[in-house]
T-cell receptor, first 114, second 112 residues
Framework: ETGVTQSPTHLIKTRGQQVTLRCSSQSGHNTVSWYQQALGQGPQFIFQ???????GRGNFPPRFSGLQFPNYSSELNVNALELDDSALYLC????FGTGAHEQYFGPGTRLTVT | QQQVKQSPQSLIVQKGGIPIINCAYENTAFDYFPWYQQFPGKGPALLIA?????SEKKEGRFTISFNKSAKQFSLHIMDSQPGDSATYFCAASRDAGNMLTFGGGTRLMVKP
């Protein structure tokens, strides 16, 4: 069984640019959550997707947006990148029937904004 | 209040020792408390989780103790091994929200 996968592994962008990060959820999982983890800190919740709709959002500005596709995979888009957006972006998927409590994380995408 | 406070920030134990990591929360609506283990360059891995209706849960060498009245919970690692050296995060969530609120993390080093 394949776990949660994310792409790309890492990337470097310039301030003001836009970026799209991708996540494939684990088989049997239907909910996807995104988190931002700054160096040396715990992950911070960005938003969650269920049935292709946003199902909760943390304290992040609207330039952070997302999508979920019919196969439960997901994208995180960040517009107008700022230096503080440099972080590890984590995707987590949750199995059917767990109410999204059980969250299984992918390896993350390391984003560096210069 | 959504914050989860974790201590200590770092911990060094000898092989075979029992490191204990503590977390405290304020929001009484939290009803699910997982612990994650994260190695450098990897995503967090779910270790063990507990609900507030039980005071203790064991899975292998990992044990969660939960004190609902004190709003505290802790992770104990029995017979710790050098391979347990990692950063550990506690977290909490509530039914209505499903977002995980994480503690700040504890960097554990187990010396051979």
């Amino acid at each position: 069984e394949t776990g949660v996968t994310q792409s790309p592994t890492h990337l470097i962008k310039t301030r003001g640019q836009q970026v799209t990060l991708r996540c494939s959820s684990q088989s049997g999982h239907n909910t996807v959550s995104w988190y931002q983890q700054a160096l040396g800190q715990g992950p911070q919740f960005i938003f969650q997707y269920y049935r292709e709709e946003e199902n909760g959002r943390g304290n992040f500005p609207p330039r952070f947006s997302g999508l979920q596709f019919p196969n439960y995979s997901s994208e995180l888009n960040v517009n107008a990148l700022e230096l503080d957006d440099s972080a590890l972006y984590l995707c987590a998927s949750s199995p059917f029937g767990t109410g999204a409590h059980e969250q299984y994380f992918g390896p993350g995408t390391r984003l560096t904004v210069t | 209040q959504q914050q989860v406070k974790q201590s200590p920030q770092s911990l060094i134990v000898q092989k075979g020792g029992i490191p204990i990591i503590n977390c405290a929360y304020e929001n009484t609506a939290f009803d699910y408390f997982p612990w994650y283990q994260q190695f450098p360059g990897k995503g967090p891995a779910l270790l063990i989780a507990i609900r507030p209706d039980v005071s203790e849960k064991k899975e292998g060498r990992f044990t969660i103790s939960f004190n609902k009245s004190a709003k505290q919970f802790s992770l104990h690692i029995m017979d710790s091994q050098p391979g347990d050296s990692a950063t550990y995060f506690c977290a909490a969530s509530r039914d209505a929200g499903n977002m995980l609120t994480f503690g700040g993390g504890t960097r554990l080093m187990v010396k051979p």
